[in-house]
T-cell receptor, first 115, second 111 residues
Framework: EPEVTQTPSHQVTQMGQEVILRCVPISNHLYFYWYRQILGQKVEFLVSFYNNEISEKSEIFDDQFSVERPDGSNFTLKIRSTKLEDSAMYFC?????????????FGDGTRLSIL | DAKTTQPNSMESNEEEPVHLPCNHSTISGTDYIHWYRQLPSQGPEYVIHGLTSNVNNRMASLAIAEDRKSSTLILHRATLRDAAVYYCILRDANSGYALNFGKGTSLLVTP
């Protein structure tokens, strides 16, 4: 069964450094998402992306964050200047279409640790 | 989005059925009921969704009350691998792109 893959599984970065989290969505999917989950808390939506544009973003997704689909297979989340509070699990997801009956398929996440 | 209420935790014995409830008393007529689960150290996983009729798939069954104010996710024979946090999420035409995860129900399965 096709799956969403994320790399690396664990990223350790010094505060203030830039970090790029990478995702390969399912190949025929058109909609891409990033979520995060701070340890012990809920899964929170960050951003959705379609047709090379951000379609929706949450309040968390401020100017420090950006997303890109640099080629036909990868989808990336960049944090420009990391803060301690950015430490979390980051999940990438994709869906074939958008809408209230469309399931989103998630990767197993990247654990980001900011020192 | 309409609000859902789930118990914080439930416990089940292996190989027994599990009924995970979700209350959504303010559900609108166009809200779909979705269930996801999150196994330990993994990302959320889609389980099932429905609108009005009961639904079955290879993972689970979804029973929806006639007034749609509640629903129940049914795992017919729990296995140790079913230990996870289960999320009940409503989605309507105005839900946008985001899945709105609550705290969910943490299911413990004991041998």
């Amino acid at each position: 069964e096709p799956e969403v893959t994320q790399t690396p599984s664990h990223q350790v970065t010094q505060m203030g450094q830039e970090v790029i989290l990478r995702c390969v969505p399912i190949s025929n999917h058109l909609y891409f998402y990033w979520y995060r989950q701070i340890l012990g808390q809920k899964v929170e939506f960050l951003v959705s992306f379609y047709n090379n544009e951000i379609s929706e973003k949450s309040e968390i997704f401020d100017d420090q964050f950006s997303v890109e689909r640099p080629d036909g297979s990868n989808f990336t989340l960049k944090i420009r200047s990391t803060k301690l509070e950015d430490s979390a699990m980051y999940f990438c997801a994709s869906s074939e279409q958008q809408g209230r009956i469309q399931p989103q398929h998630f990767g197993d996440g990247t654990r980001l640790s900011i020192l | 989005d309409a609000k859902t209420t789930q118990p914080n935790s439930m416990e089940s014995n292996e190989e027994e059925p599990v009924h995970l409830p979700c209350n959504h008393s303010t559900i609108s007529g166009t809200d779909y009921i979705h269930w996801y689960r999150q196994l330990p150290s993994q990302g959320p996983e889609y389980v099932i969704h429905g609108l009005t009729s009961n639904v079955n798939n290879r993972m689970a069954s979804l029973a929806i009350a006639e007034d749609r104010k509640s629903s129940t996710l049914i795992l017919h024979r729990a296995t140790l691998r079913d230990a996870a946090v289960y999320y009940c999420i409503l989605r309507d035409a105005n839900s946008g792109y985001a899945l709105n995860f609550g705290k969910g129900t943490s299911l413990l399965v004991t041998p």
